[in-house]
């Protein structure tokens, strides 16, 4: 390898001659000869390798974007439209070059069996690379974000200060370490609101309200909850509510769907009724499992029946207690490391069956895990009443 441009390139008898010493014998090496050489603008600090599998190769290829987003307090991760990848460096033993115009054998051919050389320049080397690990999304600041400044209503909204911090699609992706699709999904979930071009999450008392107001006039006009009609629906409470703001609780409790050309809603029931419990238990410590479920039925709307099982990943049943209590533990509160997940559930309750702590741990599992994976690498089960149990596999 030469140090420097084309004062010191080498010529085809040099060349002949190094094989000779080294005892290679010509004919059973490539006819083409790459001879390299430093680029006078060769630098460690210009150019960052990165290791990417086939599916990213083909999106880059494709002329799609990826992007690496993070805080200065966060560990930067890199994402693509749909997916979230961890950035780890790997370092290796070996020195990694950088040579645009070098070619590898199968790029070289046999076309001609004549030696000759060509030259190539390096422009960069490196001893580390990025690694690439698919992971989950860090969403929960995407909620703590919007919970800074809740709406509550276009007459609340007038009072506010102008100062409340709002944000547009573009400012969460700047914020929120997360694909643009993994995003707009959470928003979804979380039943955010794109409000005057900012997204906006409603206050809870807010839209129960508004849920309250659609059940109200479902059971008064007679209607089945499987087929609200959009228009007269908005026409009805528009009185109440701004019309958009009614359809935006029709899309968070129903599925839209056309009979005929008009627009109808078909009502989730276990969506309502879950909201409807977290009303009950938020002001509750804990709420007596009886009286609960009895308050809870004359509290939905008339023909939905409620369950325990919609209540899976909201709220907790403790059945040792005498009375059994139940009592509200959103997922959404827990941290989002796996580990301090952990942690927090068996603060809350040392021993666990795994149809309970499921719906607490289902969202960490990975591409190739399963809950069955995560509760033997971070608990450790044994039998309690005939019941296996899982527990801490570290102090609380």
């Known amino acids: 390898m030469e140090q ?31 001879c390299l050489s430093f680029s006078e ?27 690496i987003r993070g805080d200065m307090d966060e560990h930067a991760v890199l994402c693509s439209e749909d997916k979230t990848y961890d950035l780890k460096i790997a370092d290796t033993s070996n020195m990694l070059l950088i040579i645009p115009d070098c070619k590898t054998p199968d790029q070289l051919g046999s076309e001609s069996s004549s030696e000759h050389l060509i030259h190539c320049q390096i422009y960069g080397f490196a001893k580390s690379y990025w690694e690439l690990k698919r992971t989950r999304p860090k969403l929960k600041k995407l909620k703590k974000l919007l919970m800074e400044n809740q709406y509550e209503g276009p007459s609340s909204e007038k009072e506010r200060n102008s100062t409340y911090s709002k944000y547009t699609k573009e400012d969460l992706m700047e914020r929120i370490q997360a694909s643009e699709q993994e995003i707009m999904q959470q928003l979804q979930q979380i039943h955010a609101c794109r409000i005057e071009g900012y997204w906006r999450i409603l206050e809870f008392e807010y839209e129960i309200k508004l849920l309250s107001h659609v059940t109200q006039l479902v059971d008064s006009e007679s209607w089945s909850f499987s087929k609200i009609p959009l228009a007269i629906c908005l026409q009805e409470l528009e009185i109440l509510e701004p019309r958009e703001m009614i359809e935006h609780c029709l899309n968070c409790y129903g599925k839209r769907y056309t009979n005929e050309e008009e627009v109808f809603y078909a009502i989730n029931e276990d969506e309502v009724c879950k909201s409807i419990a977290l009303m009950l238990l938020r002001n509750a410590v804990k709420f007596n499992l009886s009286e609960f479920e009895e308050v809870w039925q004359q509290s939905v709307p008339e023909g939905m029946s409620t369950r325990l099982d919609q209540l899976k990943g909201i709220a907790l049943v403790d059945r040792n207690s005498r009375p059994q209590v139940i009592f509200q533990l959103n997922v959404e509160d827990l941290p989002e490391n ?4 952990f942690n927090s559930l068996f603060s809350i309750r040392a021993k666990w069956t795994e149809e309970d702590i499921a719906p607490y741990i289902q969202g960490l599992c990975g591409e190739k895990q399963t809950i069955g994976t995560l509760l033997t690498k971070y608990a450790r089960s044994s039998m309690q009443n005939g019941m296996k149990v899982f527990s801490s596999r570290r102090p609380v």
């Not at 150019?47 to 990213?56: A, G, Q, R």
């Open 41 to 67: 603008r060769c630098s460690s600090e210009d150019y960052c390798l990165m290791e990417v599998d086939e599916t990213l190769c083909k999106h880059i290829e494709s002329g799609q974007s990826l992007i």
């Open 338 to 341: 796996i580990q301090e997940r």
């Open 4 to 34: 420097r441009g084309v004062e010191c390139e080498r010529t085809l008898p040099q060349i002949r001659a190094t094989l000779q010493v080294a005892k290679l014998d010509p004919s059973e090496l490539k006819p083409t000869v790459q």
